[in-house]
């Protein structure tokens, strides 16, 4: 079992930055990737950026030199640094993990509101 807590959501205005973390615990052994994603209000949950254990990346195109993603040694923290926020950016972001056992398995944690306003 793996447990997933985002922090660091809130208010903000267009072109600000938020910071969120993602702390793991439980079995954190099995992790092989972990990522963001969100869910704006009314649509889908979509990729917002993925961290291997080896630190490879990937993005979603509209967050690409916009939002980093970083992570710990040890698969103890996930981060993802958002800058330039535009509303369209306002969602509920999940922290997500996926573990290397086969089949792999989804953790996800309760998730965290951003919201881009003026």
Request: proline residues 5%; charged residues 15%; hydrophobic residues 30%.
């Amino acid at each position: 079992q793996v447990q997933l807590v985002e922090s660091g959501g809130g208010l903000v205005q267009p072109g600000g930055s938020l910071r969120l973390s993602c702390t793991a615990s439980g079995s954190i052994f099995t992790i092989n990737t972990m990522g963001w994603y969100r869910q704006p209000p009314g649509k889908e949950r979509e990729l917002v950026a993925l961290i291997t254990s080896a630190g490879n990346t990937n993005y979603a195109d509209s967050m690409k030199g916009r939002f980093t993603i970083s992570k710990d040694n040890n698969w103890n923290a996930v981060y993802l640094q958002m800058n330039s926020l535009k509303p369209e950016d306002t969602a509920v972001y999940y922290c997500n993990a996926v573990t290397r056992m086969i089949p792999p398995y989804d953790y996800w944690g309760q998730g965290t509101q951003v919201t881009v306003s003026s």
